[in-house]
Structures are given as structure tokens and as C-alpha cells.
């Protein structure tokens, strides 16, 4: 689903710049929760956007939100900013309601898909308006950052590059000063120069600012860069959520001899297997070590435990038999 109303009406390193990382990390001690969903649903129809979401997100982080298309990952953020009503559960951003008054509404920023700005007014009309619509709105900060990114004040976003009105967008979405920014899959459409340049703005914004924020994106490198809380929703449900560290630290891809998975000790969760006639792969979630000897034991990387939750959502063919 695309969101169409301009970032501005937001009211209603590798691993990236790991320095920029480790502030965002030394924040957590005094922080709270960010998002909190109980059994949340969104139903279109028959058909479920969403279904029994219940997260528990961590304030003063960089979470990553990542899934196919149609995943869900649009339908959270937009229950998330008051956008859409639950069907189904409750959810509370920063303590309330989404969208339940100005208070709320000035704590979350959001910036929608595809980064929409307003095609005939100039970068300065943006500001203006977002002066206007946003009591918080710290206009130093916009004019800087517009400044610091070399974007002309005087020129319309619809002549602006695809990386250019991202960057705009983003300015419009920090300069609100939220304390939760909500992004959904806001540097699809750039170039990888662009995409990183985007990233290292909002990382340096999330530790300068003390911004929470939550990022959708397909593209798992980028959230490798930036993310250290992940999010994997297949299928309208979360399959994993968790600090990146810990998640990296409880996976392993076992390589061994062929062998029923369900032989495994109690304890070790298999998330995705392949099999040839000799040898058995195996992504394995588990709290304590693995002893079998017939097993090699590699560790897992962000893109390879992703892949694994996607690889093992119901409606997909198994990964079995590859001879
Ligand atoms: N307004 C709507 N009416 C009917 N169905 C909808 C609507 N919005 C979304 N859906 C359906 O809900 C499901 C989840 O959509 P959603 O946009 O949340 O997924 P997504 O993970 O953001 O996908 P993408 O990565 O492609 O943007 C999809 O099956 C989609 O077709």
C-alpha cells in the first residue's frame, strides 16, 4: 500500500557508521518502550493486512521492519501513526493512543512511503508549511540541514532527484522534532550513494536528537547498517523480533551429514532447512551451544536469518530436496 500524503503532513556504517550505531546502542539504559501491540489486526475484507501483532518495541533504538511485499510492514506503520484503526488488538506509540490528540501527534514523525512532497511548491514552501503545521517545528534545524545537503531553498520538489526529495522529506520528518520517526521504505528508490547518504542523515539525526525510529526497508544490507533492533514480519505476522546482537548470537546454520530435523534436541528451533541426498543445511534457533559433532557450526549474518524466516513462512514451497 502506498501512502500518498506528502512527508510534510507527518503531524498527523558495515554495519554502518558503527560509531553512529554505538551512540544510538548507549542510549537504551534510559529508555522505555517505543511501540507496544497486543494481538493488533488489520482486516480488509477477508482478508487479513495484519494478524495477532503483538510487539513490544524498544524507545532510543534503530528498528528495522523488514518483509516481502505484502507482508504488512505499510499496515503496522500506519496503525502505528494513527493512519488506520485496528480491526483487531490495541497498540500504543510512546505511551498512547496513535493520533489520539496534538500531544500525540507531535511525538511521532512520519515519513511515507516513497518519500511524497508536494510537486509544485519550492523546498522553502516546505519549511514554511512545516512551521505551520507542526508546533515543535525546530526551523534552525530545517534551514541547516537544507543548508548542510546544498538543496536550493528556491527550487520545486518536483525537480528534485529521487535522493534530493528523500533528503527533503527526512529534514521535513526531523525538523518536527518527534521522538519516535516512523519510516516506511524511505530509500527503495535510491542509488546506493544516495541510499547511504540518506542513512548516515537519519542515523546522525536518531543519536543528535534522541529519536526512537522505526524503518521498513526490503533492502537488508541497509537495515545490517543501521538497524540494532529487527523486526521480520512474513505473511501478515511477526515470525521474529529482537535486538540484532542477541538474534545474531541464538542463530547458526548447522552443515551435516542428512538428518531429520525433528531429531534435534528439544531447544533447537529449526527456522529453515535444505536438504541434498548426502547433506542437511540447517538455520537453527537455540540459548545454549550445539554439541552434536556430526554438525559444522557457522555463525548466521543478518541477510542469511532474514532470508531463513522468509524461506520458512507457510505458503512458500519447502526448501527440500535440492538433488
Ligand atoms: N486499502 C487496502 N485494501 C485492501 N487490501 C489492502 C489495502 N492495503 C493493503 N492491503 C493488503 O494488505 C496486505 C499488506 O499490505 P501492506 O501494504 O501492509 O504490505 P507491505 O509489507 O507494506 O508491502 P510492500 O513491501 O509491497 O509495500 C497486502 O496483501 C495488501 O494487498
Known amino acids: ?33 517505543a511501540l507496544q501491540a497486543e494481538g493488533l489486526g488489520k482486516r480488509y475484507g477477508k482478508r487479513w493486512a495484519l494478524s495477532d501483532c503483538t510487539l513490544d518495541l524498544p524507545a532510543g533504538r534503530v528498528i528495522g521492519l523488514v518483509g516481502p511485499n505484502g507482508a504488512g510492514k505499510t499496515t503496522l506503520l500506519n496503525l502505528a501513526v494513527g493512519q488506520l484503526t485496528p480491526t483487531a488488538g490495541g497498540i500504543r506509540v510512546l505511551g498512547g493512543r496513535p493520533a489520539s490528540g496534538p500531544e500525540q501527534l507531535a511525538k511521532v514523525g512520519y515519513v511515507a512511503q516513497d518519500t511524497p512532497t508536494y510537486a509544485g511548491l519550492t523546498v522553502a514552501e516546505h519549511l514554511k508549511l512545516g512551521a505551520r503545521l507542526n508546533p515543535g517545528w525546530d526551523d534552525a534545524l530545517a534551514r541547516d540541514r537544507i543548508e548542510r545537503l546544498g538543496l536550493d531553498p528556491a ?126 543445511t540447517l538455520i537453527v534457533r537455540t540459548d545454549g551451544p550445539i554439541h552434536d559433532p556430526a554438525w559444522t557450526v557457522g555463525q548466521v549474518g543478518l541477510e542469511d536469518l532474514v532470508l531463513a524466516y522468509m524461506a520458512s513462512s507457510p505458503s512458500r514451497p519447502s526448501l527440500e530436496a535440492i538433488r
Not at 500500500?1 to 507527518?10: F, G, N, Q, V, Y
Not at 503531524?11 to 534510559?30: D, E, I, M, N, W
Not at 526531523?174 to 542513512?199: G, M, Q, S, T, Y
Not at 537495515?223 to 541464538?250: K, M, N
Open 155 to 280: 527550487r520545486k520538489a518536483g525537480k528534485l532527484s529521487g535522493g534530493q526529495r528523500a533528503q527533503l522529506a527526512l529534514t521535513l520528518g526531523i525538523a518536527k522534532r518527534p521522538r519516535l520517526l516512523v519510516l516506511d521504505e524511505p530509500v527503495a528508490a535510491l542509488d546506493p550513494l544516495a541510499r547511504r547518504e540518506f542513512l548516515q542523515g537519519l542515523m546522525e539525526a536518531a543519536v543528535e536528537h534522541s529519536l526512537s525510529v522505526v524503518l521498513s526497508s526490503h533492502l537488508v544490507m541497509d537495515l545490517e547498517r543501521t538497524c540494532d533492533y529487527l523486526v521480520v514480519l512474513v505473511e501478515s505476522r511477526v515470525r521474529v523480533a529482537g535486538d540484532v546482537d542477541d538474534l545474531l548470537a541464538a542463530h547458526h546454520r548447522l552443515t551435516g551429514p542428512r538428518r531429520d530435523p525433528a531429531t534435534l534436541p528439544a531447544g533447537q528451533e529449526v527456522v529453515s532447512e535444505s536438504h541434498t541426498d548426502r547433506q542437511s
Open 1 to 33: 500500500m502506498t501512502a500518498d500524503r506528502p512527508a510534510i503532513s507527518c503531524s498527523a556504517g558495515v554495519r554502518f557508521l558503527p560509531r553512529l550505531k554505538a551512540g544510538v546502542s548507549a542510549r537504551r539504559a534510559r529508555c522505555t518502550t
